[in-house]
C-alpha cells in the first residue's frame, strides 16, 4: 500500500491564480481531512469528508473548496491564492471517525503565494 | 474553545538523557489524545493514542500519559537517541468523537545530540 499520497510536492502561485491539491488513499478509509501547518504551529483542520459525497467544514475553511466525489480522492480547492494560504498542506484518512481508528498522514504539500 | 499548547517550543539533550515532553489543554471533554512525530519535509506518524478512560500508554521507549480533570499529558522517551530528533506534537479529539477532527498543538521540536 502506498498509503496517503499527494501531489504536487511543492508549488509557487502568485496571488489570484488557483490550483487544485491531490490528496489519495489506497486504503479503502471513509474518512479523510485537509490540514495546514504555518511555521511553527500546530495543523489546522479546513475540510472533512466521512465518505464519498459528503463533507464538511472545519476550522479554517475560507478560501478553500473540497469535492469527494470517489473513497480514494480528496482534492482541495485554492481559488484566488492569497499570501495568507503560504502553508504546508497535510492530507489525511482514517478508517472511521471511531475513537480507536488513527489518521494516516501524506508527505505534504508546501505552497507558497507570492 | 479548545486550545491545546506544548511547552517547550524547543529542547536539546545529550544522548542518552531520559525526558519528558509536555502538552496541556483547556476543555477536559475530550475522546482521546495523540502524540504524533514529524521529521523535517515529512507527514505525521501517530506514535500513541490515549483514550479518555486510560490513564498511560507504552511502546518501546516512549510512554505517554493522561490527566483529564487537570488538562495535561506528558510524552516521556527512555534513553533518548538522535534519531529521536524530530518535532512532537499532541493532538485532543473533542465531542463529537465521531468526525474524526483533531485539534493540535504547535509541537515542540527536539533535538537529541550524540
Known amino acids: 500500500n502506498a498509503g496517503v499520497t499527494q501531489t504536487p510536492k511543492f508549488r509557487i502561485l502568485k496571488i489570484g491564480q488557483s490550483m487544485t491539491l491531490q490528496c489519495t488513499q489506497d486504503?479503502?478509509?471513509?474518512?479523510m481531512y485537509w490540514y495546514r501547518q504555518d511555521p511553527g504551529m500546530g495543523l489546522k483542520l479546513i475540510y472533512y469528508?466521512?465518505?464519498?459525497?459528503?463533507?464538511d467544514k472545519g476550522e479554517v475553511p475560507n478560501g478553500y473548496n473540497v469535492s469527494r466525489s470517489t473513497t480514494e480522492d480528496f482534492p482541495l480547492r485554492l481559488e484566488l491564492a492569497a499570501p495568507s494560504q503560504t502553508s504546508v498542506y497535510f492530507c489525511?484518512?482514517?478508517?472511521?471517525?471511531?475513537?480507536?481508528?488513527?489518521?494516516?498522514f501524506g508527505p505534504g504539500t508546501r505552497l507558497t503565494v507570492l | 474553545k479548545q486550545e491545546v499548547t506544548q511547552i517547550p517550543a524547543a529542547l536539546s539533550v545529550p544522548e542518552g538523557e531520559n525526558l519528558v515532553l509536555n502538552c496541556s489543554f483547556t476543555?477536559?471533554?475530550?475522546?482521546?489524545l495523540q502524540w504524533f512525530r514529524q521529521d523535517p519535509g515529512k507527514g505525521l506518524t501517530s506514535l500513541l493514542l490515549?483514550?479518555?478512560?486510560?490513564r498511560e500508554q507504552t511502546s518501546g521507549r516512549l510512554n505517554a500519559s493522561l490527566d483529564k480533570s487537570s488538562g495535561r499529558s506528558t510524552l516521556y522517551i527512555a534513553a533518548s537517541q538522535p534519531g529521536d530528533s524530530a518535532t512532537y506534537l499532541c493532538?485532543?479529539?473533542?465531542?463529537?468523537?465521531?468526525?474524526?477532527?483533531?485539534?493540535f498543538g504547535q509541537g515542540t521540536t527536539l533535538q537529541v545530540k550524540p
Open positions: 489525511a484518512s482514517s478508517e472511521t471517525g471511531g475513537l480507536h481508528n488513527e489518521q494516516f
Open positions: 486504503m479503502n478509509h471513509n474518512y
Open positions: 469528508s466521512v465518505g464519498a459525497g459528503i463533507t
Open positions: 476543555d477536559s471533554a475530550i475522546y482521546n
Open positions: 490515549i483514550q479518555s478512560s486510560q
Open positions: 493532538a485532543v479529539r473533542p465531542p463529537p468523537g465521531n468526525t474524526g477532527k483533531l485539534i
